[in-house]
C-alpha cells in the first residue's frame, strides 16, 4: 500500500480572510491617500480653466525655457552617470581590490546626504571666495547661477542609480560566460559587447530611467546652485514652484503635469522592464532540449 505524503502548508499563507482583507485594504487605502488623489489633483488642477489655458501655460517662454534646460540637464547628466556606474559596477562586480569597501560606501553617499547641502557644496567650492573661484574668473567659466553647475547638482544627485542597479545585477549573474569567453580568446572589448552588455542591458536601462527620472525631477541640489534666473537657470521644478508662488495655479499645475507624466511614463517603461527581465531570466534557466537516441 503507497504512502501519500500530503504537502506541507505554508502557515504564512493562512491567514484568516479578514486579516488578508484588512490587509489589503490598508494598502490600498495608502496608495489612494498618497499617490492617487495628489496625481489626480494635479491633472485637475491643471485643467481646471480649459485646455488652451493649459496649453498658453506650457509654450509660455519662461515654461519652454525650463523645459529645454531640464531636458539639456537630463542629456548630459544620464550618459555621463551611465558610463560612470558601468564602471564602477564592472571594478566592484568583477574584482577585488584595496579599497572596495569605501568606493561602494561612495556610491551610497548621495543617497545620505541632503540635496540641499550637496548644492551648498558646490556653492562653496566654485562660488565667490571659493578654491576654484579666481581660477575660474580668470577663464571667464561661469559655474554657479549657470548650466554647468546644474548639471553638476543634478549630476552628484542621481550618480548612485545606475551603478547600484548594475552593481547588484552582474554579482547575481556571476562572471562564467565572460570567464568562457577569455579562454575562447575574446578581447577585453569583444567580451563587453558580446558577453556583458547583452546579460546587463535590461538593468543598465532600468537604472537609466531611474536615473533619468530623478534628473528632471531633481529640486533641492538646483535650487541652491541655480539663483532662480526666470528664463535661464530654472528648471521645470523650480518654474513649477515660483508660478506657486506668485499664486498662478493653473500654469503651476500644468507645468507640474507635465513631471507627473513624466512619472506615469517612468513606471510603465520600468514595469515593461521588470517583465522582459523575467522573461529573459526564465530563458536563461531552461534547461536545453536533449536529443533523442534511436
Known amino acids: 500500500m503507497s504512502e501519500t505524503t500530503l504537502p506541507i502548508r505554508n502557515e504564512a499563507t493562512t491567514d484568516p480572510l479578514w486579516v488578508r482583507v484588512l490587509l489589503t485594504g490598508l494598502a490600498l487605502a495608502f496608495l489612494a491617500i498618497f499617490l492617487l488623489v495628489p496625481l489626480g489633483i494635479v491633472f485637475t488642477e491643471a485643467f481646471k480653466k480649459g485646455l488652451q489655458v493649459y496649453l498658453a501655460s506650457i ?25 560612470f556606474g558601468l564602471a564602477a559596477a564592472w571594478a566592484i562586480a568583477r574584482f577585488e581590490f584595496r579599497g572596495k569597501a569605501i568606493l561602494t560606501t561612495l556610491i551610497d553617499l548621495p543617497f545620505a546626504v541632503s540635496p540641499v547641502i550637496a548644492g551648498l557644496i558646490f556653492v562653496l567650492v566654485f562660488g565667490a571666495g571659493g578654491p576654484l573661484w579666481t581660477w575660474l574668473q580668470a577663464h571667464h567659466l561661469k559655474v554657479i547661477f549657470a548650466t554647468p553647475g546644474i548639471v553638476l547638482a543634478t549630476m552628484f544627485v542621481t550618480f548612485p542609480f545606475v551603478a547600484r542597479e548594475l552593481i547588484s545585477f552582474m554579482q547575481a549573474q556571476g562572471a562564467q560566460e565572460e570567464e568562457a569567453a577569455v579562454v575562447l580568446g ?9 558577453v556583458t ?10 537604472g537609466v530611467i531611474l536615473c533619468n527620472a ?3 525631477g531633481e529640486f533641492g541640489a538646483v535650487s541652491v546652485v541655480s539663483g532662480h534666473i526666470r528664463g535661464m537657470t530654472n528648471t521645470i521644478p ?8 506668485e499664486y498662478q495655479f493653473a500654469a503651476s499645475f500644468a507645468v507640474a503635469s ?6 506615469l511614463v517612468t513606471l510603465l517603461i520600468k514595469k515593461f522592464i521588470e517583465h522582459r527581465a523575467h522573461l529573459q531570466l526564465l530563458e536563461s534557466q531552461k534547461p536545453l532540449p536533449s536529443g533523442d537516441v534511436s
Open 238 to 245: 523650480l518654474q513649477v514652484e515660483i508660478l506657486y508662488n
Open 197 to 206: 552588455l547583452p546579460n546587463i542591458k535590461w538593468g543598465l536601462l532600468y
Open 258 to 263: 507635465l513631471l507627473a507624466l513624466l512619472a
Open 214 to 216: 530623478r534628473a528632471m
Open 59 to 83: 509654450v509660455e517662454p519662461d515654461a519652454l525655457a525650463a523645459i529645454r534646460l531640464t531636458l539639456l540637464t537630463a542629456l548630459i547628466a544620464v550618459p555621463l552617470n551611465m558610463l
Open 186 to 194: 575574446a578581447s577585453g572589448w569583444q567580451m563587453f559587447r558580446r
